[in-house]
Every structure is written in structure tokens, then in C-alpha cells.
T-cell receptor, first 112, second 113 residues
Framework: QQQVKQSPQSLIVQKGGISIINCAYENTAFDYFPWYQQFPGKGPALLIAIRPDVSEKKEGRFTISFNKSAKQFSLHIMDSQPGDSATYFCAASKLNDYKLSFGAGTTVTVRA | NAGVMQNPRHLVRRRGQEARLRCSPMKGHSHVYWYRQLPEEGLKFMVY????????ESGMPKERFSAEFPKEGPSILRIQQVVRGDSAAYFC???????????FGPGTRLTVL
């Protein structure tokens, strides 16, 4: 069974707009939540990550919001640019158990 | 400062042949992970290795698949007697000890004819 559920499957946003991707999990033992960006034909690249002790983390135009009680976390891409067009994966892992459980991915298309 | 390296990048095999995928971790990284990505799906964990040790192989199919990370040289993912369902992208990641951050290679895309 998929331990991390990701939505939407795809989204289209205009240049300058905000892209929002949501993930939900069931396993309360998860304590590390990274987001990866993947371009076609490439490997996933770490974008930003968060732990449950904070509710928000921002790096440049990318922000993770984390809601521990709802077991949900989301990625916001502000001022989306055509170069942000890629597939984004959320993931989670447990303390001292380094295998990552990935969401199914969201394909983001930013139109100029 | 080279990242994680994988080769070959593309591999074509006929049913029943063997596939060997190689992964060289980043310099200073002693932990290696293998993941498989089927078309339109997320990555699925297969195996976690440290030098000369398999730490967690809970995601590996019980038959035909094996992995190793020898004292010298790259990590190898070996698939014996490949079937069409093995066609996928196989990614290797590496990390330093006690780090959550995994860095991924470019992947090997296996096609089984």
C-alpha cells in the first residue's frame, strides 16, 4: 500500500502564479519529509526538506507547510517560472530508517 | 565534486538475459540505496547497503534480484533472467552515515524486449 499519497497528479500554472502540491501520510513514525524535483531523463534532486518540529520552511521560492495533527504537508512554489516545469515527488522516512517512501508524483507545467 | 554515477544509462536486454547495473556513490558516502521507478509512478525502495553489508532488502523481489556493495568498487544491482515487467528506471542514491539526505544518480533505464 502507498504510504504517502500525493495530489494532484498534474497541474498547469501561469508564469508568476503559485503551484501547490499536497501530500498526506498515515504512519506517525515518519519524521523526515523531503521534496524532490525530477526533470525528464534525470534523477530526482533534493529540493527542500522538513521535520515535524516546525510548521513551515522556506527556501527561496519554495515553501513547505507541515500540519502534524492532520498528517499532511504541502509544497508551494511561488512566482512559478517555466524552468520549474518538472515532476515533483514528496517523500517520508522514519527515524533511523533511511528508506524513503515516495508519493506518486505531480507533473507541473508552467506556461509562459 | 562528482555526484552519484550510474552506468549504463540505458540497457536493453532480451527476456531471460541478465542485467547488471552499477552505481558509484558520491565521494565520502558509504551508504547506498536502490530504488525502482515504473512509468508514471513514484520511486519504490528496493535495498539499502553499506560497504560489504546489506542492511535492508525488504523492497527486493525474493527471486532473481540481488545487490552488493563490495569493499572496493561500485555497488551492483543484478537482475537474473529478466522479464518484461522488469522494464523500469533504476535509481541509486547515496548518503553519509547518520544523514537523512539522499543524493540520487541519473538512473539506468532498463528495457526488456
Amino acid at each position: 500500500q502507498q504510504q504517502v499519497k500525493q495530489s494532484p497528479q498534474s497541474l498547469i500554472v501561469q508564469k508568476g502564479g503559485i503551484s501547490i502540491i499536497n501530500c498526506a501520510y498515515e504512519n506517525t513514525a515518519f519524521d523526515y519529509f523531503p521534496w524532490y524535483q525530477q526533470f525528464p531523463g534525470k534523477g530526482p534532486a533534493l529540493l527542500i526538506a522538513i521535520r515535524p518540529d516546525v510548521s513551515e520552511k522556506k527556501e527561496g521560492r519554495f515553501t513547505i507547510s507541515f500540519n502534524k495533527s492532520a498528517k499532511q504537508f504541502s509544497l508551494h512554489i511561488m512566482d512559478s517560472q517555466p524552468g520549474d516545469s518538472a515532476t515533483y515527488f514528496c517523500a517520508a522516512s522514519k527515524l533511523n530508517d533511511y528508506k524513503l517512501s515516495f508519493g506518486a508524483g505531480t507533473t507541473v507545467t508552467v506556461r509562459a | 565534486n562528482a555526484g552519484v554515477m550510474q552506468n549504463p544509462r540505458h540497457l536493453v536486454r532480451r527476456r531471460g538475459q541478465e542485467a547488471r547495473l552499477r552505481c558509484s556513490p558520491m565521494k565520502g558516502h558509504s551508504h547506498v540505496y536502490w530504488y525502482r521507478q515504473l512509468p508514471e509512478e513514484g520511486l519504490k525502495f528496493m535495498v539499502y547497503l553499506q560497504k560489504e553489508n546489506i542492511i535492508d532488502e525488504s523492497g527486493m523481489p525474493k527471486e532473481r534480484f540481488s545487490a552488493e556493495f563490495p569493499k572496493e568498487g561500485p555497488s551492483i544491482l543484478r537482475i537474473q533472467q529478466v522479464v518484461r515487467g522488469d522494464s523500469a528506471a533504476y535509481f541509486c542514491a547515496s548518503s553519509t552515515p547518520l544523514s537523512d539526505t539522499q543524493y540520487f544518480g541519473p538512473g539506468t533505464r532498463l528495457t526488456v524486449l
